[in-house]
């Protein structure tokens, strides 16, 4: 019987959100079963100007329709009887905000070497001035309240800029929501599915208006209508799922990533929506499980602190790539469930966190790993959606460290 920790099971945390700041494709030729990943060949840098000249802009202008997304995978096919599945990983990253740290480009960066796609979660306060911060009106708290910080003019920008790339590069744009409320009568956890559409009306409106509220004329727009890219998120630390779905399934959303505690086994729907949990993974020298995400490592190992003394940095950057590293081998040896990782765009514990989830990426995605694609929430559920139910029932039968067989599969 595995011992899952509570601690392993947390999510993100208040801390992550009142303390610590901000939270944050390419072409066939990529590592690995480049085939797999399948992404479109690079374009002309020619073709992909005229196909931005013919953007539509929406609205304001913040957002234009650019047409199909580029880099995406083939249309999926269905698994044969009797055929093994493929092995997905989701690198996901929460509030998706560049303040200068270069964590953003980073990872686009790396994505792009190794054929992979990502979703980043936007928080939509990052698109709108602290100036106009009155303009937000949080469920259950003050008028303009956060619990995470307004960002700066120039960090508005670079986080719009490296939206709009990382759209173009094949990735998916996703919600963080706003406020990042955890704690207290204001948490998300107390939410009504009405105030969470409320929440969903104000992310759209900061994302798809922030050249009005921003008077920004220097950038050009997010290439995509949110509308319809918009097809799931991640609650602030993992809170408030049950009553968010029903709005999610209202709104026709294909997916939620806000459950914690989730296991090593392929997903199912709650209410229509695929329900796509961060997971419980191996954590090197203890008994527990951690959850697969950043800042459940740190918790493990700092209690929250995000400056421990870095004596303790080497051990730490090891035990958490191990355990990244433990998770996906357990899947892929075993049942071939969807590995999901959770990410923030932070340098806490001298980076340690960033490094770790670098070097799995780049061990997941190593060449004798066949059969890995590296995808977004949205490229996954495009996959499972094409399935035979039949087929993904019997997937769902495995349970942890279960190993799949064409009888048992």
Request: hydrophobic content about 35%; glycine content about 12%.
């Amino acid at each position: 019987m595995r011992d899952i920790s509570r601690r392993g099971l947390l999510g993100m945390g208040v801390g992550a959100a009142a303390a610590l700041g901000v939270a944050g494709c390419s072409s066939d030729s990529g590592s690995g079963s480049g085939s797999d990943r399948g992404k479109g060949g690079t374009k002309d840098p020619r073709a992909k100007a005229s196909e931005q000249a013919k953007a539509k802009p929406i609205g304001d202008g913040s957002t234009a329709d650019a047409g199909p997304q580029p880099h995406q995978p083939p249309k999926p096919e269905r698994l044969a009887p009797g055929q093994k599945p493929p092995q997905f990983v989701v690198f996901s990253w929460d509030g998706a905000g560049e303040v200068g740290n270069g964590l953003f480009p980073r990872f686009r960066k790396l994505a792009k070497e190794h054929n992979a796609g990502m979703t980043f979660f936007l928080s939509g306060l990052y698109c709108l001035p602290e100036s106009k911060k009155n303009m937000y009106r949080p469920p259950n708290n003050k008028v303009g309240a956060s619990d995470i910080g307004y960002l700066t003019d120039d960090h508005i920008k670079a986080t719009l800029q490296n939206v709009r790339e990382a759209w173009l590069e094949g990735h998916e744009i996703g919600t963080h929501f706003n406020g990042h409320f955890c704690a207290g009568s204001g948490s998300v956890a107390k939410w009504t599915p009405a105030q969470w559409q409320s929440e969903i009306d104000q992310a759209m409106s900061f994302v798809t208006k922030w050249r009005t509220n921003t008077g920004f004329s220097d950038l050009e727009p997010l290439p995509f209508d949110y509308s319809k890219e918009l097809v799931g998120g991640r609650t602030p630390c993992l809170l408030g799922q049950d009553n968010l779905l029903p709005t999610a399934a209202k709104l026709g959303w294909r997916y939620d990533a806000s459950s914690s505690g989730g296991l090593q086994i392929w997903p199912a729907k709650k209410h229509g929506v695929w329900d796509l949990p961060l997971q419980a993974i191996p954590f090197p020298g203890h008994r527990f499980e951690v959850l697969s995400m950043d800042y459940n490592m740190l918790y493990n190992q700092s209690q929250n602190s995000t400056k421990a003394p870095s004596s303790n940095y080497p051990a730490w950057r090891q035990q958490a790539t191990r355990s990244y590293i433990s998770g996906f081998q357990r899947a892929y040896d075993t049942n071939r469930a969807p590995f999901f990782i959770g990410n923030h765009f932070e340098q806490w514990n001298g980076g340690i966190y960033m490094d770790a989830v670098e070097e799995a990426l780049k061990h997941i995605a190593d060449e004798r790993h066949k059969d890995v694609r590296l995808v977004s929430f949205k490229q996954l559920v495009d996959w499972m959606d094409a399935q035979d139910p039949k087929v993904l029932a019997d997937l769902r039968k495995l349970g942890v460290g279960q190993k799949w067989t064409p009888a048992r599969g």
